[in-house]
């Protein structure tokens, strides 16, 4: 157990709809990760929070949004889902920036759009 | 741009030795990292490596060389659970995000 959660485990969802994903990072961790994982294909970054503040964005669609809370947990927004949205998302937190940090993976939302 | 290269499979038999190989093409350089990832599996860390050499830590070993860009996590004493993805990730000197390779898939037979 990473100590990374992310809710829900599975999505099963209908294209042209809209879903949100949560995230809870590691206890005193700042730094949020979100990657999107399709299959046979590698992790893809999708967009990184630090203590609240946007730091990187990735190959991160214009349908898709993010944020994080004051008490740092995340939400990934995805809208107008497609077929080509179904994917394994997860979400990642690490200490710091920076600096050599690891980043622990959450166990992932399995999304799904018919 | 960045681009990151490890062989799509491989297989190697139980209690020997197998070695994955990563190059990598980036922009900026700050760490790479390699992850084990089982199916439908969350990845998890294996090794780090920021400077030339060989780390250690205790069945699994990666090596850097970062004027080749090149790596490899070396898995020694093969067991069936190592049956799995192995991620090669570069992270950016710019930002943090890693960027992944597309992982290199072994299996183990008996």
């Known amino acids: 157990d990473s100590g990374v959660t992310q809710t829900p485990k599975h999505l099963i969802t209908a294209t042209g709809q809209r879903v949100t994903l949560r995230c809870s990072p590691r206890s005193g961790d700042l730094s949020v990760y979100w990657y999107q994982q399709s299959l046979d294909q590698g992790l893809q970054f999708l967009i990184q929070?630090?203590?609240?503040?946007?730091?990187a964005k990735g190959n991160i669609l214009e349908r898709f949004s993010a944020q994080q809370f004051p008490d740092l947990h995340s939400e990934l927004n995805l809208s107008s889902l497609e077929l080509g949205d179904s994917a394994l998302y997860f979400c990642?937190?690490?200490?710091?920036?920076?600096?050599?940090?690891?980043?622990?993976f959450g166990p992932g939302t399995r999304l799904t759009v018919t | 741009g960045q681009n990151i290269d490890q062989p799509t499979e491989m297989t190697a038999t139980e209690g020997a030795i197998v070695q994955i190989n990563c190059t990598y093409q980036t922009s900026g350089f700050n760490g790479l990292f390699w992850y084990q990832q089982h199916a439908g599996e969350a990845p998890t860390f294996l090794s780090y490596n920021v400077l030339d050499g060989l780390e250690e830590k205790g069945r699994f070993s990666s090596f850097l060389s970062r004027s080749k860009g090149y790596s490899y996590l070396l898995l020694k004493e093969l067991q069936m659970k190592d049956s799995a993805s192995y991620l090669c990730a570069v992270r950016d000197s710019d930002t943090d995000k890693l960027i992944f390779g597309t992982g290199t898939r072994l299996q183990v037979f008996p």
């Open positions: 990642a937190s690490s200490a710091g920036q920076g600096e050599t940090y690891e980043q622990y």
């Open positions: 929070y630090y203590n609240g503040e946007e730091r």
